[in-house]
């Protein structure tokens, strides 16, 4: 059974007879007989009733054609979703982040990235970066953001960027008249810290010992966007990333920012799965990420210093 088989059929019963048939597919109506015959002999089924130059479908032919008008309409939604696939991709994403860069620039990113696409579908984790190593790394996810101190085997890795330590704090904390924060100064505060496994905190736990502070430390977290809120309630001053800082747009009233020095960077790179194909919807949230990354940078950097792609 072929496919000039099924369209001579489908032009039959569309027409109501092998003439009409003929004149719609553009061939002669001794063509349309042969086509009909040679379909009930192949199917095994008699489709029409014949009288004359009249042809009658049995139920057999009624049940016949609306399978064929079934998979004719799938294959016209085949087509759309090639046509879907061609100007956009696969139509959904899976992104994985750091705290650091998932609670406030990463969701920001996202938003615009929907405003354009909003027939994509996002599944959007934030886990810790040993986390967001391994949904990527075995190709669970398409694209990951994480902290540099990660296994980078088995993976396309790129820095993505690179922002300053700062010291976060309410605005009527005794260190907020400071233009800079030392580690001298940090001498018996009340210090919100970040994991000890991170590599910022151990570059800041090594600044405080050559400096011979002993702050007490209060709270510790994974997450520099904890650090903050915790400071903005008070508890204490705190070591975060800037980029974070910046991204939340804190209130002023609230919460308070200074670099300390010596500067502190974080790190943070694009991972994404080896060995396979780039979609069009990767590559366009690539770029995106890339261009807001940008202008987080060059705000970082006017504010805090010490700001820089890569």
Same mark, same amino acid.
């Given at each position: 059974?072929?496919?000039?088989?099924?369209?001579?059929?489908?032009?039959?019963?569309?027409?109501?007879?092998?003439?009409?048939?003929?004149?719609?597919?553009?061939?002669?109506?001794?063509?349309?007989?042969?086509?009909?015959?040679?379909?009930?002999?192949?199917?095994?089924?008699?489709?029409?009733?014949?009288?004359?130059?009249?042809?009658?479908?049995?139920?057999?032919?009624?049940?016949? %054609?609306?399978?064929?008008?079934?998979?004719? *309409?799938?294959?016209?939604?085949?087509?759309?979703? !090639? *046509?879907?696939?061609?100007?956009?991709?696969?139509?959904?994403?899976?992104?994985?982040?750091?705290?650091?860069?998932?609670?406030?620039?990463?969701?920001?990113?996202?938003?615009?990235?929907?405003?354009?696409?909003?027939?994509?579908? !996002?599944?959007?984790?934030?886990?810790?970066?040993?986390?967001?190593?391994?949904?990527?790394?075995?190709?669970?996810?398409?694209?990951?953001?994480?902290?540099?101190?990660?296994?980078?085997?088995?993976?396309?890795?790129?820095?993505? *960027?690179?922002?300053?330590?700062?010291?976060?704090?309410?605005?009527? %904390?005794?260190?907020?008249?400071?233009?800079?924060?030392?580690?001298?100064?940090? %001498?018996?505060?009340?210090?919100?810290?970040?994991?000890?496994?991170?590599?910022?905190?151990?570059?800041?736990?090594?600044?405080?010992?050559?400096?011979?502070?002993?702050? %007490?430390?209060?709270?510790?977290?994974?997450?520099?966007?904890?650090?903050?809120?915790?400071?903005?309630?008070?508890?204490?001053?705190?070591?975060?990333?800037?980029?974070?800082?910046?991204?939340?747009?804190?209130?002023?009233?609230?919460?308070?920012?200074?670099?300390?020095?010596?500067?502190?960077?974080?790190?943070?790179?694009?991972?994404?799965?080896?060995?396979?194909?780039?979609?069009?919807? *990767?590559?366009?949230?690539?770029?995106?990420?890339?261009?807001?990354?940008?202008?987080?940078?060059?705000?970082?950097?006017?504010?805090?210093?010490?700001?820089?792609?890569?």
């Amino acid at each position: 059974m072929n496919l000039t088989l099924i369209e001579a059929f489908n032009a039959v019963m569309k027409t109501g007879s092998t003439t009409g048939a003929a004149a719609l597919l553009g061939v002669s109506q001794p063509a349309i007989s042969r086509s009909l015959k040679r379909l009930e002999d192949t199917t095994k089924l008699k489709l029409f009733e014949r009288s004359g130059p009249r042809l009658s479908p049995t139920p057999e032919a009624q049940v016949l %054609h609306q399978e064929i008008l079934d998979t004719y *309409v799938g294959l016209d939604r085949l087509r759309q979703t !090639v *046509v879907r696939i061609r100007s956009a991709g696969t139509g959904a994403l899976r992104v994985a982040s750091s705290a650091a860069l998932g609670l406030t620039f990463v969701p920001a990113v996202l938003k615009q990235f929907l405003a354009k696409r909003p027939q994509v579908s !996002v599944t959007f984790e934030i886990a810790n970066s040993a986390t967001v190593r391994n949904l990527v790394a075995s190709g669970t996810y398409d694209i990951g953001l994480c902290a540099d101190e990660i296994d980078a085997s088995n993976l396309l890795v790129q820095p993505f *960027v690179v922002t300053r330590g700062i010291c976060v704090m309410r605005p009527d %904390h005794t260190l907020a008249s400071r233009d800079m924060i030392t580690p001298d100064l940090l %001498h018996g505060e009340r210090i919100i810290s970040l994991a000890p496994d991170d590599t910022a905190r151990k570059r800041f736990d090594e600044a405080l010992s050559v400096a011979g502070a002993r702050p %007490h430390i209060a709270v510790e977290t994974q997450f520099a966007a904890t650090v903050c809120e915790l400071a903005a309630q008070g508890v204490g001053l705190g070591l975060t990333n800037s980029l974070t800082y910046v991204s939340g747009h804190y209130d002023a009233a609230r919460i308070v920012a200074r670099p300390f020095a010596p500067a502190i960077p974080f790190r943070s790179l694009m991972i994404l799965p080896p060995h396979r194909a780039r979609s069009r919807l *990767v590559d366009e949230l690539v770029d995106l990420l890339g261009r807001e990354r940008d202008i987080m940078v060059k705000t970082c950097a006017e504010r805090f210093g010490l700001a820089e792609i890569g």
